[in-house]
């Protein structure tokens, strides 16, 4: 076969590449509401948030699998996958950082009560962090498929929890009433919890399976906790301190959220190693 030969060019129906990607549906999923030209980077930027979500879900679901299977490396895999994948939703920030006040009001108004806290995609995420909430469910009544997909994620083991029953297998003292906790709640940190990352951290040459999964997990915790902050500080400069789309408290709330760690103790056992 030559070198320079020409790339196949002519196909009976649409290219496979189209047929694998779907460019076409993706490419005319933007219906902007206003006539400010900026909303465009708006509108795709936050459906670029979504794939990004989709991903990240993705990699944690086959982390939570491969955990609860004894099969570290594989969740090791998904979860360093995660991270750089993090990178690449929290950089979408970039094209909405430099918002002026101005500028987004010239198409906020045509957002009307949309707002990013309905995100069923990204309250997946939230759920499998620990961070459940029964009451995040009611803004998605109205679709029974991504309900039951997020009724289902309520009920299931988060990533932590399945790291913690991994622990437990391993012998170390995680207690009963951490293992055996309601599941629909949110995590609460433990002290036992942070004496049992202290020691795994304490003691690196007999844990470092262990130890290589807590820094996994603490670059994930990490780029969470920048995400927040990104998207506080998007938002200030966006609005300011008024009140957020779809009723939400904006700023403030942002605030609270931006203050809180994923994976706690394995922030707060670091000052006792």
Do not use: C
Not at 67 to 72: I, K, P, Q, S, Y
Not at 101 to 121: H, I, K, T, V, W
Not at 178 to 193: G, I, M
């Amino acid at each position: 076969m030559s070198h320079d030969a020409a790339p196949h060019l002519d196909f009976a129906g649409t290219t496979p590449y189209e047929d694998y990607v779907q460019a076409d549906v993706l490419t005319h999923l933007q219906h902007p509401l206003s006539e400010d030209p900026g909303e465009m980077v708006f509108l795709v930027t936050t459906q670029v948030m979504e794939l990004w979500f989709t991903v990240i879900v993705h990699e944690w679901e086959t982390a939570i699998q491969a955990l609860g299977e004894d099969r570290v490396p594989e969740a090791l895999d998904a979860l360093k996958r995660s991270v750089r994948e993090l990178e690449a939703l929290n950089a979408s920030w970039k094209p909405l950082g430099q918002l002026t006040p101005a500028q987004f009001n010239s198409y906020r108004d045509a957002l009307g009560e949309g707002s990013g806290f309905q995100s069923a995609m990204y309250r997946r995420m939230e759920f499998l962090l620990g961070d459940k909430s029964a009451s995040m469910l009611v803004p998605h009544r109205g679709a029974p498929r991504v309900h039951a997909e997020l009724e289902k994620a309520l009920a299931q083991p988060s990533l932590y929890d399945e790291v913690l029953g991994l622990l437990a297998r391993r012998g170390l003292p995680v207690p009963r009433t951490v293992l055996e906790r309601d599941l629909t709640r949110k995590y609460e940190p433990s002290e036992a919890v942070e004496k049992v990352w202290s020691g795994i951290y304490g003691d690196p040459d007999q844990n470092a399976e262990l130890v290589r999964l807590g820094e996994a997990l603490t670059d994930v915790g990490e780029l969470v906790w920048r995400w927040r902050n990104d998207h506080l500080v998007a938002t200030r400069r966006a609005m300011g301190a008024k009140a957020g789309t779809g009723g939400s408290a904006g700023v403030a709330w942002l605030e609270k959220r931006a203050r809180k760690n994923v994976f706690p103790e394995l922030w707060t056992a670091r000052s006792y190693v």
